[in-house]
């Protein structure tokens, strides 16, 4: 059964560093999303994308954070200057359509120093 | 506003026995809804939806009930098993903003063999 994949597992860096966090969509599917999960607290929506541009993004997604789909299978998430806060479990998800199921990754493990 | 909650954070039941996971929210106009079980170190799994227009959907011994008088949605599980044991998630999906999900605080199901 095809599905999202996402890398690293668990990235650590320091506060005030830039991350990039990989995912493969699954490959028929047009729309993409990242969410985030700190410790013990409910999953958040960050972004969606479709057609190379941004849907829809929360309060959450401000300038520190970009998506790119960089080519026909990366969907990547870059934080460019992290703080101690963006630790989190972020999740990438993608669909075939809007209104088709979300397929979630097993997510990176994000830790800021 | 957008407010996806659950009443119990968490759920002790003996296997074998039907387990209920309540869900409330606060916006009128939504009209989709899904649960997702999350089991620990991945991402979210969808395991039923359901629409403003129906009061039940029934899956693979699980049923989703919406009571959109009261604005209050459940998961029962039937026969609940060890492989049960995860956090369940409701969530609200917004056609107009990007289908974007909203999810839920989360309840966490213990099966007690």
């Known amino acids: ?41 409910k999953v958040e929506f960050l972004v969606s994308f479709y057609n190379n541009e941004i849907s829809e993004k929360s309060e959450i997604f401000d ?4 998506v790119e789909r960089p080519d026909g299978s990366n ?39 | 506003g957008e407010s996806v909650g659950l ?38 799994q969808f395991i039923i939806d359901i629409r403003s227009n129906m009061d039940k959907r029934q ?6 009930l919406l009571n959109k008088t009261v604005k209050h949605l459940s998961l029962q599980i039937a026969a609940t098993q060890p492989g049960d044991s995860a956090v369940y998630f409701c969530a609200e999906r917004f056609y107009n903003q990007g289908g974007k999900l909203i999810f839920g605080q989360g309840t966490e199901l213990s099966v007690k063999p």
Not at chain 1, 16 to 32: A, D, K, M, T, W
Not at chain 1, 63 to 66: K, L
Not at chain 2, 30 to 38: C, E, N, V
Request: net charge negative; aromatic share 14%.
């Open chain 2, 59 to 64: 899956g693979q011994r699980v049923t989703v």
């Open chain 1, 63 to 66: 300038d520190q954070f970009s």
């Open chain 2, 7 to 44: 009443h119990l954070p968490t759920l002790s039941v003996q296997e074998g026995d039907n387990s209920i996971i309540n869900c409330a929210y606060s916006n009128s106009a939504s009209d989709y809804f899904i649960w997702y079980k999350q089991e620990s170190g991945k991402g979210p």
């Open chain 1, 75 to 113: 969907f990547t998430l870059k934080i460019r200057s992290t703080k101690l806060e963006d630790s989190a479990m972020y999740f990438c998800a993608s669909s075939e359509r809007q209104i088709y199921e979300q397929y979630f990754g097993p997510g990176t493990r994000l830790t800021v120093t």
């Open chain 1, 1 to 41: 059964e095809p599905e999202v994949t996402q890398t690293p597992s668990h990235q650590v860096t320091q506060m005030g560093q830039e991350v990039i966090l990989r995912c493969v969509p699954i490959s028929n599917h047009l729309y993409f999303y990242w969410y985030r999960q700190i410790l013990g607290q």
